[in-house]
Structures are given as structure tokens and as C-alpha cells.
């Protein structure tokens, strides 16, 4: 090999080795380059699995959720319904009636409206006749059964006379006789009973006003135009439910929607144990309230959810402790939370406590007992803190308000800022451990809506709202339904004793 073959061959060399070292330099910077692209990437990343992992949090907590932990109705429970827990503890005595229980059962009356004479005619042992014989003992047996329906046609007839001095004298008609035909009041009575508190749809309500009663007339019309008549005499009785509602020392407060006219409207309640009070209105919060008129004036203790518009108004406040109880049980079940369970047996423990006081006659819990229920509420409050601390916050930009917390941390807060709400129970006897009252109370609205679907227009649920209220407050006070509103048609509707409470 020349001199000359071998220096092209070394320089073809060196050519090699600088090109593959210029692509090693070029493959190393572009790695470099994807190295640092995905260090950027990666917290952005972060915060986008943090942000899924919460998110899949979220959809757990709101499928594990049902009537038993949340305030969602059992009817949303579906074909997954949770077997019943209840918060109780179990009784040592039997189901069923307990000794001394007095019962009720059928039982002869002294004078019977009908009585039908059966005969012994013949010996069934000889045949000889026994028509003249005196019977030796007769043996009774009742039967209680309902009289055929059929309507009962009362005519009025007015006398018309002229004197001699040529005036024409005409003697009055009653007032259930204010036209040539009309339905009377008992007719009336049942139906608006059977619509507006029995919650017949007007198909099924026409069907049977024409098949147990043969009112062949009876339309939606005459339906509706009843109930409005109804509600128009109820006005005055309306007023004085709502007005001593506002003067209660203890009522209960809530709200539920009802579809009107297609459209979403509000129904709120005022409940005490002798009065109920609707109120209907477009909106849900403060606006309604101030409409309604009672909460801006009211200085007893209102008794509600946690809901923040009722915490605007300046009054004594007590809390639901079941809406409580149902939180507490989802951080138990679904998280784990101890401290959760151990609230739970601490207010059901002061519930016991407080009842059992009162069936004793007592006024109030002992002094010492107070103090105690205080420091281990505190205590398991504090308990609950230290298991929960804050969160730290999130990577990414700083978002500015109130700091995200956990839910058991919230429900924390709520035990820690508000006992005297939670505990008003255990000091006043008179103030309901929870709010079943008003929620049984607006039972029957959703019951009405499930039945019959919307209102067709906003005064057909005002008018259905005041009979409603009328109702349920004549039963709280001992009268039977269908006799409270004949009453109303008679012109003297029950009316509650003034300052009830």
C-alpha cells in the first residue's frame, strides 16, 4: 500500500468518526430536549391525576350514597334499597301489643240502627209448630256494614205571598240554597276531602263520585272550582295559622319543590305540634322566607337543616340532628372516620338521656350531667380535628377564596362552631331532637306530586296549600278531616285556640 493509499484511508476514517460523533451530539441534544419537555410536563401531569383521583373520590362517595347516610329520599334508592338500620337501640320487649295494652276490636253497640228478627217456627225434632211460643232466650249477633250510597234530593220550596197593600213578600232560601240546583255541602265536603286530602287525581275522583254517589255532573271543572271555593273561606283561618306560627316559642321549618305550571316552584312549611302553615313561591331562599312573613319576624327557636338562608335571620336556631346522624354514618361506613362513630352513640346517648328525663316529669337534665355532655361532645370534636387535619394545597396557580376541606372537616367545623343549635335538645325540652315534623308535614306535597304530576297553574297550589294547612291543623288538634271541612262549607271552620304553640 502507497504512502498516499493510506492517508485516504486514515482521512476517510477521521471523516467517519466526526460524523457519527456530530449525530451523537445531535441524538444527545434531542434527547435533552424531550428529557426537559416531559420535566415540564410531569406537573402538569401531577395535577391532573390529583385532580381524576379526586374526582374518582367524589363519584364513589355520590354512589355509596343513599337514604340511610344522605338527606336523598328513599325513593331515589332504587332497585339497590339498603336493609333498614336503625339508629335505636334494640327494646327488650316483644313486638306487638304490650301487657295492658287496652286493644281495639269490634264490638256490639246497645241500640242498633236496624234489627231483623229470625223465628223459630218449627221443632226440628217433631215438627210440632212453635209460631206461638215465647222464645226462651234470643241470641244476638251484629253486623256493621255501610248503607247504600245514593245522593238525597232535598227541595226548598219558598213561600211567595202579596199583601193587600200590593208588596210582594218572598221568604228566604238557606244558604246551601243559592241556585235553582246545586251539589249541598256534604257532597261537596267529600270531594274536596277526597281530592285534596285523600290526593285522587280528578279522573279517578270523577269515577267515583259517579260510581258510589251518582254525580253524573261532576267534572274537572266542578272539581277545581270546589276546591277554590273551599280555599276562598279558608283565607281568614289562613291568616291566623300564619300569625301564630310567627308567635311560636318552637317550630319547625322546610322546603321542597313541586313543579307548577311547568315549572319549578317552592314549597316551604311551618310546623308546630298544633299548627301547619304552606307557603308557595317561585324562588327557595330568603326572598321566599321574606315573602312568607314569618322567619323576619320570628323570635322563637326555629328548627331546620343546615341550610344558610335560615341562618340569616336573627333568631334562636336549633339543628336537625337526623340530617347529623346520616353525615356521620357515610364518614363512618365510607371513609372510616372513628370519631364519627363515636358522635353518633354520644348524641344518641343524650337523646336517651333527655327523653328519659322528661317521661320522668323532670323540667331538665342535671347540671353535672349538661357539663359532662358538653366537655365529651367537645372532646370528640377535637378528636375528629386531629384525625382531619387540613389539606395542603394543590399544586398549580393559587386560586383565591375559602380553602377547599374535606367533608369530614366541614361537618367538623358545623360540630365545632354551632353546639348550642346542635345541643338545643338537651337543654329545653321543648325543642325536637330532629325536624321530622315539618319533614312529615311536606310528605304528603311530594305524595300529591308523585300522584298527580304539576299544578296547572299557581292558584290551584295556593288553594291546594291553604286546605292542606287547614287540614293537617284540625288533626293535630283531635278534629276528623271530612268534619273540618264540612265545617268550612257551613260556614264555621275549626279555628284554632289562640297562642298555640
Request: aromatic share 8%.
Amino acid at each position: 500500500m502507497t504512502r498516499e493509499e493510506a492517508r485516504a484511508i486514515y482521512r476517510a476514517g477521521e471523516e467517519t468518526v466526526v460524523r457519527v460523533l456530530v449525530e451523537m451530539d445531535a441524538r444527545l441534544h434531542d434527547a435533552a430536549g424531550a428529557i426537559h419537555a416531559l420535566e415540564r410536563q410531569v406537573p402538569d401531569l401531577t395535577i391532573r391525576l390529583e385532580a381524576s383521583e379526586r374526582r374518582v373520590r367524589q363519584l364513589e362517595e355520590q354512589v355509596a350514597k343513599d337514604s340511610h347516610n344522605s338527606s336523598k329520599p328513599p325513593s331515589s334508592d332504587g332497585l339497590s334499597t339498603p336493609k333498614p338500620k336503625s339508629l335505636r337501640p334494640p327494646s327488650e320487649r316483644p313486638t306487638g301489643g304490650q301487657p295492658g295494652h287496652p286493644g281495639r276490636t269490634l264490638r256490639m253497640v246497645a241500640k242498633p240502627d236496624r234489627t231483623v228478627r229470625h223465628p223459630v217456627e218449627r221443632c226440628v225434632g217433631c215438627g210440632r209448630s212453635l209460631t206461638q211460643q215465647a222464645p226462651d232466650r234470643v241470641e244476638r249477633r251484629q253486623v256493621f256494614d255501610l248503607p247504600e250510597p245514593k245522593l238525597e234530593v232535598t227541595e226548598h220550596q219558598a213561600e211567595v205571598k202579596t199583601c193587600t197593600c200590593g208588596c210582594v213578600n218572598r221568604a228566604a232560601f238557606p244558604p246551601e240554597a243559592a241556585a235553582p240546583v246545586q251539589y249541598g255541602l256534604r257532597v261537596k265536603s267529600v270531594a274536596v276531602y277526597l281530592k285534596e286530602y285523600q290526593l285522587l287525581p280528578f279522573d279517578r275522583l270523577t269515577e267515583i263520585m259517579r260510581d258510589l254517589f251518582a254525580c253524573a255532573t261532576f267534572s274537572e271543572g266542578t272539581l277545581a272550582n270546589l276546591s277554590a271555593a273551599c280555599s276562598r273561606r279558608l283565607q281568614p283561618v289562613d291568616e291566623l295559622i300564619r300569625a301564630q306560627a310567627a308567635t311560636a316559642d318552637v317550630a319547625g321549618f322546610d322546603e321542597t319543590g313541586v313543579r307548577a305550571t311547568g315549572s319549578l316552584h317552592w314549597l316551604h312549611t311551618v310546623s308546630t305540634h298544633w299548627l301547619t302553615w304552606y307557603f308557595a313561591h317561585t324562588r327557595r331562599g330568603c326572598e321566599a322566607m321574606n315573602a312568607a312573613g314569618i322567619l323576619p319576624y320570628f323570635r322563637g327557636r326555629a328548627v331546620h337543616d343546615f341550610w344558610d338562608s335560615y341562618l340569616k335571620y336573627d333568631c334562636d336556631h336549633a339543628f336537625c340532628n337526623a340530617h347529623l346522624l346520616r353525615e356521620l354514618i357515610f364518614l363512618w361506613e365510607e371513609q372510616g372516620q372513628a370519631w364519627a362513630k363515636t358522635m353518633i352513640d354520644h348524641l344518641l346517648a343524650i337523646k336517651t338521656a333527655a327523653d328519659t328525663a322528661r317521661d320522668a316529669g323532670l323540667a331538665a337534665l342535671p347540671v353535672e350531667d349538661l357539663d359532662w355532655f358538653l366537655k365529651r361532645y367537645q372532646q370528640i370534636v377535637e378528636a375528629g380535628y386531629a384525625q382531619n387535619p387540613l389539606m395542603e394545597p394543590s399544586a398549580g396557580p393559587t386560586r383565591r377564596g375559602r380553602r377547599k376541606q374535606s367533608k369530614a372537616r366541614n361537618l367538623l367545623d358545623r360540630f365545632r362552631n354551632h353546639p348550642d343549635g346542635i345541643l338545643a335538645f338537651m337543654r329545653d325540652f321543648s325543642v325536637p331532637f330532629d325536624n321530622n315534623l315539618s319533614e312529615r308535614d311536606l310528605r304528603m306535597m311530594k305524595l300529591r306530586q308523585k300522584i298527580s304530576g304539576t299544578f296547572r297553574s299557581f292558584d290551584a297550589l295556593v288553594d291546594f296549600c291553604r286546605i292542606r294547612g287547614y287540614v293537617s291543623t284540625a288533626r293535630k288538634n283531635g278534629l276528623n278531616a271530612l268534619e273540618a271541612l264540612c265545617r268550612v262549607f257551613l260556614g264555621n271552620p275549626f279555628v284554632p285556640a289562640v297562642n298555640t304553640t
